[in-house]
């Protein structure tokens, strides 16, 4: 079996969970690199831009009223995306730290994988 079958396979047996849990821990671990090399400003662009899609996605996710999670928990993670999105451009500029932004990802993680 070929690896993009195995993918394709793997997408339809996964639990939304598993799968939110996944794709944090790739993109942290590209900003947990980006933090380790050192990079800075336009250098972050590319992984800064990733994480930023996963929490745009989040958040739009929780803002659609089809979303079963209980409107508290929605609210936060709404919040969060719009936090992530703000961050991030200080963290381009400079002015921010990019631990920032893992740590709130490995927190979400840890309640993903609690869950």
């Known amino acids: ?32 690199e980006a933090d380790r090399r050192g990079l800075k400003g336009a250098a972050l662009v590319d992984v800064i831009h990733w994480n930023r899609e996963v929490w745009v996605t989040f958040g739009a996710t ?9 409107p508290p928990l929605r609210a936060s ?17 400079g002015r921010a730290a990019i631990v920032d932004l893992i740590e709130v990802n490995r927190l979400i993680m840890d309640g993903l994988a609690a869950g």
Do not use: K
């Not at 993009?4 to 942290?28: I, K």
């Not at 929780?62 to 209980?70: F, T």
């Not at 993670?77 to 500029?93: F, G, M, P, Y």
């Open 1 to 32: 079996m070929g690896l993009s079958a195995y993918q394709r396979a793997r997408g339809f047996a996964e639990a939304p969970r598993s799968t939110e849990h996944r794709l944090l821990g790739q993109v942290t671990g590209a900003l947990i």
């Open 77 to 93: 993670i709404i919040s969060l995306s719009l936090w992530v999105d703000r961050h991030s451009s200080e963290v381009i500029a």
């Open 62 to 70: 929780c803002a659609d009223g089809a979303n079963r999670l209980p």
